[in-house]
């Protein structure tokens, strides 16, 4: 994708008309190209040059995307950091990046000064809604307009970005997508919904940081679409600003459906301007799916499918609801396969590894070649990680994740299939499922359970309601009543944190 193409394109054909909403404020596609390209050229004139790293590490604010569509422009390597980092991790990140430039704002417990001694490729650090002694202001960069395009050429095989997937322990996993992957995301989302320039995109919270997050800003600039942007997640102005700006198209993690389904007034809001409303980035429940549409009969809701390795989203399940529990077919730039533990593709209906082969398939993780031959084989086909199967239509299913396999006494049980059955409990608001050690049977499933506002879950009762619709050895033989789940900064529930509980 050519952003710097596109926004001087725009800033001609659709000057006037809102790029951003954000709060209060509204920026045209013309002050968009002015701020994106002043940023650029400030970062030009420190140096930076094609390929170099810049690190951000913002909340999902104008100045995060600011920085991004900057970055694109002359064709640097964009390091997104997760905004809830911490200080070791950010400085542990920009040290395997070897980034240049960091852009940032002030947090609690995050000292810069450390950070850029600790961090000796750091040539600059650059604050956003604050000061610092020797870092530069945002406002200092703005104080003389720097609006010319900047004469570097991209290409399309250059390095785009790096998203990193692990903490920062351990050997890091720095997914590495080049300018043309750039261009996969929203030709998918062309490809399966018909995207246009009056389409109104809501983000919803999801970060930047996150390859979600990044897919609306290449939406807006590709069809010079709206983005209504939300610098954190609140399920009650979430659905203020579908009804207030007429918002057509969200695309959103389970969690985020549970939160807003769990609203007492959800049903009062006028959400008539939606075309789409996706759910992705962990198996999500049909039967919570098919509860939000009824508030929003006139959309069609669908179930995508996706990692930051394949330039997510790749594929969308039907628009028939029936059929919305699972991730529809690959065809559009990508092909797949379901295969047993040597590698050989099942037959029918038989369970196995999905492994994707296409166009959105990354370059690599950066510095890890040993990692990298792990997950990629020589003939281009990823492995997901996910356990598929394919119905009599060829639609595909997911089961659950590989590493979310509880072996029962020989036996085999996905964690997800389990948390779809409890969600179906009228008390249960949230679960999350874990195997456990057991003496006699090596693991067994474990369930964390939030309920509903002044509910209170009797043990026997959910048991007697499991049995009706899970064979006994998936039966959690514990259930723990939690107050809440811990997420990670997109949403999806952090496994990892009720593992070590």
């Given amino acids: 994708m050519d952003v710097k193409k596109l926004l001087v394109q725009y800033a001609s054909s659709h000057a006037q008309r809102t790029a ?51 970055t694109f422009s002359i064709g640097g390597a964009l390091i997104p950091l997760d905004f809830m980092l911490t200080e070791n991790e950010i400085t542990h990140f920009i040290n395997h990046s070897q980034a240049s430039i960091l852009v940032t704002q002030p947090k609690k417990d995050i000292n810069l000064a450390t950070i850029k001694a600790n961090c000796p490729s750091l040539k600059e650090i650059i604050i956003c809604k604050g000061t610092g002694e020797n870092f530069t202001s945002w406002e200092t960069i703005f104080a003389k307009p720097q609006t010319q395009t900047p004469a570097v050429a991209v290409n399309e095989d250059d390095l785009s970005s790096i998203f990193y997937t692990s903490g920062s322990t351990g050997q890091p996993k720095g997914v590495m997508l080049s300018y043309k992957h750039l261009d996969n995301p929203v030709d998918t989302i062309n490809h399966f919904l018909g995207v246009s320039d009056k389409d109104i995109f809501l983000t919803g919270g999801i970060p930047f940081s996150h390859l979600g997050g990044l897919d609306y800003i290449l939406l807006m600039m590709r069809f010079a679409s709206t983005l209504v942007l939300m610098e954190r997640f609140h399920p009650l102005q979430f659905l203020k600003d579908i009804e207030q700006h007429k918002v057509t198209i969200f695309c959103i993690v389970p969690s985020m459906y549970i939160a807003i389904v769990s609203l007492k007034e959800y049903e009062k809001f006028n959400l008539s301007s939606l075309r789409y409303a996706a759910v992705f980035g962990a198996p999500s429940s049909a039967a919570l799916l098919q509860r939000f549409h009824q508030v929003c009969p006139k959309a069609t809701v669908l179930n995508g499918w996706g990692m930051t390795e394949t330039s997510a989203p790749n594929t969308y399940s039907p628009s028939d609801e029936t059929k919305i529990g699972s991730i529809g077919k690959f065809g559009f730039r990508m092909t797949h396969k379901i295969v047993d533990d040597d590698g050989n593709q099942v037959a029918g209906d038989q369970k196995g590894e999905l492994w994707v082969k296409g166009d959105g398939v990354m370059t690599g993780y950066y510095k890890a070649p040993d990692l990298t031959k792990e997950v990629l084989t020589a003939d281009g086909w990823l492995k997901t990680g996910d356990i598929a199967y394919c119905d009599g239509e060829g639609l595909i299913y997911l089961a659950g994740r590989k590493k979310d396999m509880i072996k029962v006494a020989g036996e085999i049980v996905f964690s997800s299939e389990v948390e779809e059955k409890m969600q179906r409990h009228p008390k249960i608001k949230e679960v999350a499922v874990i195997g456990v050690p057991d003496a006699m049977r090596g693991e067994v499933p474990k369930a964390f359970i939030v309920a509903k506002e002044n509910e209170i879950i009797d043990t026997q009762e959910l048991k007697d309601f499991l049995k009706e619709n899970l064979a006994h050895f998936k039966i959690p033989h514990q259930f723990e009543m939690v107050a809440d789940l811990p997420k990670n900064r997109v949403g999806k529930i952090d496994k990892t944190k009720l593992i070590t509980k």
């Fill in 20 to 70: 951003v909403i954000f709060e209060n404020q509204r920026i045209t596609f013309s002050q968009l190209k002015d701020n994106a390209f002043t940023v650029a050229n400030y970062l030009l004139t420190r140096g930076i040059k094609k390929g170099d790293r810049v690190a951000l590490f913002l909340s999902s604010t104008p100045e995060a995307l600011c920085s991004f569509l900057a």
